[in-house]
């Protein structure tokens, strides 16, 4: 198995068995992953230098707009797809292996977790892993402390409120809240603030 084909199969939304050939070949892309972002994460690194490292965990090129604080962390990095004016702030987690998708201007605060993996309910299949992937769409904020759960779209100009658990998609120009997350109001186009 190569990184495309290992691609593939994700985006596939197949289930993932453990201890499988997708399994063992998702255990070197982490390996990859960690020793990425643990240079990522040390000392201080120029706004171009982030840009770089970020580049090569997720195996394409950002645009010179997209800005990380460190410390980012995610386990597999290649599945990870940014647009243009993307900010993402200090001590995020990303579990891209279903594939994370994020549109252009869109800011995600502290702490954010974006997961794109589920495990099989039954306890006897309990390894199987289920990906799918989370989509964010333009204009995006999503607030210090959210967490995404697979699956999930989150429609453009929508605001996922701080602390919020999405479960099921967001619609677009809308702010969620709470835990599940539920539509707190819409937005209307012409605010300012």
């Not at 701080?162 to 969620?176: H, I, K, S, Y």
Request: aromatic share 6%; charged share 15%; hydrophobic share 40%.
């Amino acid at each position: 198995m190569d990184l495309a084909g290992f691609l593939e199969r994700l985006d596939s939304g197949e289930p993932v068995q453990g201890g499988g050939e997708v399994h063992q070949f998702m255990h070197g892309v982490s390996q990859q992953a960690l020793q990425i972002t643990a240079e990522l994460n040390s000392g201080y690194h120029e706004p171009a230098r982030l840009r770089a490292l970020f580049s090569l965990l997720t195996g394409r090129p950002v645009d010179e707009s997209f800005t990380l604080f460190p410390p980012f962390y995610t386990d597999c990095g290649k599945n990870i797809h940014v647009g243009r004016h993307v900010f993402i702030n200090m001590g995020c987690k990303f579990q891209d292996q279903g594939g994370i998708y994020i549109g252009d201007h869109v800011l995600i605060g502290h702490s954010v977790v974006l997961a794109t993996l589920n495990h099989a309910m039954a306890p006897r299949d309990r390894s199987t892993m289920l990906p799918a992937p989370i989509r964010i769409g333009n204009r995006v904020w999503i607030g210090s402390g959210a967490v995404v759960l697979p699956g999930v779209t989150v429609g453009d100009g929508a605001v996922v409120a701080a602390g919020a658990v999405v479960t099921r998609d967001v619609p677009e120009n809308t702010v969620v809240g709470g835990v599940p997350a539920r539509i707190i109001r819409t937005i209307q186009k012409e605010e300012t603030s």
